[in-house]
């Protein structure tokens, strides 16, 4: 029987609210309570807060696209594979943030493993380095990016070497990496002049796609 792609179970496992996994029902799983940083761990400085149930980054430091050097980020307490990430985010305008996919703690989490751009330019041309992109990697299909301050949706999917990103409800991005398959999912706050937002940060690890 044809088995099913890596894109078209996701797809049909995220419609039945569920993903399959030997047969079982998994649930998505809060990565982010809504009131302190448990959970998270913070790299290098920079400043987070919990703001009325948002998850609050300001006052980013030491950034630079030198990829064996790491300015501040958080990331999570522990690592993941393969799994679906979804969450809201805002950013300021002329803010940069972004979000780590997979990353290591050493040397810098954008090349070890992957980072979604977020910045504010809406209505750009998508390019490797604007909102939406894994950075330096590949351009967005399409850059689906808000008016600053507006909340946009990610849902991020990693399956093995495939990442898939849907992107305020379009898919932006079905990518095969060729960098690491474990590591922390992680949230930058850049530099002094940029403040993101993030809330309903939510996971589902762990995924076993079925196929038929």
């Known amino acids: 029987m044809k088995k099913f792609s890596f894109g078209m179970a996701l797809l049909i496992g995220l419609g039945a609210g569920c993903c399959c996994t030997s ?49 501040s980020w958080l990331r999570t307490e522990r690592q993941y594979s393969d799994f679906i990430l ?77 990442i898939e990103i849907f992107w305020n409800g379009e898919k932006t991005i079905d990518y095969e990496t060729d960098r690491l398959t474990t590591g922390y999912i992680g949230l930058q706050n850049h530099d002094a002049k940029s403040v993101v937002k993030f809330r309903n940060i939510r996971i589902t690890d762990d995924i076993r796609i079925m196929h038929l």
Not at 135 to 158: C, F, L, Q
């Open 86 to 162: 979804e969450l809201d985010y805002a950013i300021n305008d002329r803010g940069n943030s972004g979000i780590f996919i997979r990353s290591a703690l050493e040397k810098n989490p954008a090349f070890t493993g992957h980072e979604m751009q977020i910045i504010a330019d809406n209505g750009r041309p998508p390019t490797k380095g604007s909102a939406g992109s894994l950075y330096d990697v590949i351009a967005a299909t399409k850059n689906m990016s808000k008016p600053a301050g507006e909340w946009n949706h990610v849902r991020i999917a990693t399956h093995g070497r495939h």
């Open 23 to 71: 047969g079982n029902k998994q649930q998505a799983k809060s990565l982010f309570n809504g009131r302190d940083l448990a959970g998270w761990v913070m790299m290098y400085g920079g400043e987070w807060s919990v703001q009325d149930g948002v998850l609050v980054g300001r006052n980013g430091k030491d950034w630079s696209t030198n990829p064996e050097k790491s300015g």
